[in-house]
């Protein structure tokens, strides 16, 4: 399988020149050259395989340069590290399906694609003799997943900045308390806005990204949406009685990540009817599946910050099919959202994006609302995230059985808003008790080009 920009400017790349590259270098995004197609003889072959041998027999399918054991190995040492025996157990709550997908060391799907991710780049970077510095900046989850999914790692150092006092006491203490000597923690005294234009100014200084062989972690990574494309399979066949049957899906939105891996299995042939966006008041996804308007507004903070998001970066990857694979229209599209912040999808465009997506929207009061109802009809415990999916699946009228809402977070990352719903505290897993007992290791910046980027070159690799 070979990889090509959705813009047209690189095309033939494998799948490793794929991850090490991120975003493409004509500045779309990288996706396969082709779809493969599953059919039903197949879903039956993989529905009887344990979550490791289906992960190998999907994401094999889409690269040919690593060798199969050595992938094995990555998905193996991927995958040993999830706290759930079942990896992702499908639960029946609110007359749906509920999928953990949250079992991971940080508690967060997002540890799914981005522990995948860092074995990757270990892989890869052991191969080609080369290292690796890190650098990003995060309003809470991904920084935690991002660390999480490096720390230890040969060839590879994190630095992770963060506004100070704005992000969650559990997001820091996640973030700070891994003990790790590759791992950077950078306290920015400013706000989130701070954080990312001092990262995006070290790396428009060309010569000093390269010096330091610096790199991102960011949602756009192909093989962050292949990792996820794997759970799709599995939430499907612990739903169904038989292979062919149909499901629903209902997922939490912010960048379009997971539910571009979800859209991805459909066009494989994963029999999925209904795939619905679910958003919180930041709803430029859900305005542009309803009337076709793409347009940027101001960022809303929620209770379910992750999904605190305006430019949805993956939509550039639906836009290509949606676009009939044309790279020129995807090019103009992108253009016109710099230029203009919005783009326009309309006539028999519109018509397709409805019969791909359904979207709903849902305040920070439905939210609660929503967990509210879902502990005291089935004595559950849902995140804000995931109380989304939930309240959009019961707008949309899709409370079935064949319904899954995948659960992107735990409970337990949110503790103030469930206390505050629920009076009593979320059950702390093992892996977020005695944050506080352990060592802290975070340094204090101002947002200061000169003072980050001497950071950087006193303890990069
Ligand atoms: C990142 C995140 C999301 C949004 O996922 P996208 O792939 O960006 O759409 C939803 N819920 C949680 C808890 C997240 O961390």
Redesign the pocket.
């Known amino acids: 399988m070979k990889y090509k920009s959705t813009r047209g400017g690189v095309s033939g790349i494998s799948f490793e020149e794929a991850v090490m590259m991120g975003l493409a270098s004509d500045g779309g995004l990288l996706i396969p050259e082709k779809i493969p197609l599953f059919n039903e003889k197949d879903l039956k072959h993989l529905s009887e395989l344990p979550y490791t041998k289906l992960a190998y027999e999907i994401i094999s399918r889409f690269q040919e340069g690593i060798p199969s054991d050595d992938l094995m190995q990555i998905i193996q040492k991927t995958y040993s590290r999830f706290d759930n025996v079942n990896m992702i157990p499908v639960r029946k709550a609110a007359g749906m399906r509920i999928a953990e997908l949250?079992h991971g060391p940080t508690y967060?799907?997002?540890d799914i694609a981005l522990q995948f991710l860092g074995n990757l780049f270990e892989y890869i970077l052991e191969k080609r003799k080369q290292k690796l510095n890190i650098l990003g900046a995060t309003s809470?989850?991904?920084g935690s997943?991002a660390i999480y999914g490096v720390k230890g790692k040969k060839n590879i150092n994190i630095f992770m900045l963060y506004p100070s006092n704005r992000v969650s006491n559990i997001q820091e203490l996640q973030m700070t308390t891994t003990e790790s000597s590759n791992v950077f923690c950078l306290e920015v005294t400013g706000s989130f806005d701070n954080c990312q234009s001092l990262v995006k100014d070290v790396f428009s200084d060309l010569e000093f990204k390269e010096e330091y062989s610096l790199g991102a972690v960011n949602?756009i990574n192909f093989a962050r949406i292949l990792a996820?494309m794997v759970y799709y399979f599995w939430i499907y066949f612990r739903t169904i009685r038989r292979v062919g049957e149909d499901i629903n899906v209902v997922?939490?939105?912010?960048?379009?990540?997971?539910?571009?891996?979800g859209y991805m299995t459909k066009k494989m042939g994963l029999p999925i009817t209904k795939l619905m966006i679910a958003t919180n008041r930041n709803n430029i996804l859900t305005r542009t599946v309803k009337f076709g308007d793409y347009s940027i507004e101001r960022v809303h903070p929620t209770i379910?910050p992750?999904?605190d998001?305006q430019i949805?970066s993956?939509f550039e990857r639906y836009l290509y099919y949606l676009y009939n694979e044309d790279c020129s229209k995807v090019s103009e599209a992108m253009e016109r959202l710099k230029t203009d912040k919005e783009i326009d999808i309309r006539g028999h465009l519109l018509g397709q994006l409805q019969r791909d997506f359904i979207a709903g929207e849902t305040s920070d009061e439905e939210m609660k609302n929503t967990i509210r109802q879902v502990f005291s009809k089935s004595d559950y415990v849902i995140?804000p995230?995931?109380a989304c999916a939930v309240h959009a699946a019961e707008q949309m009228e899709l409370v079935a059985d064949n319904t899954v809402c995948l659960s992107?977070?735990h409970p337990a990352?949110f503790p103030e808003v469930i206390h505050e719903v629920l009076s009593v505290w979320p059950e702390m897993p093992s892996g977020l008790q005695n944050l506080e007992e352990r060592q802290r290791r975070s340094e204090r910046i101002n947002p200061d080009e000169s003072i980050l980027k001497d950071f950087i070159a006193k303890n990069a690799k």
């Open positions: 949250y967060s799907f997002k809470g989850d991904t997943a949602s996820q997922v939490p939105t912010g960048n379009f990540g997971n539910v571009f891996a379910s992750a999904m998001i949805a993956n995140d995230h995931t992107t977070a990352k």
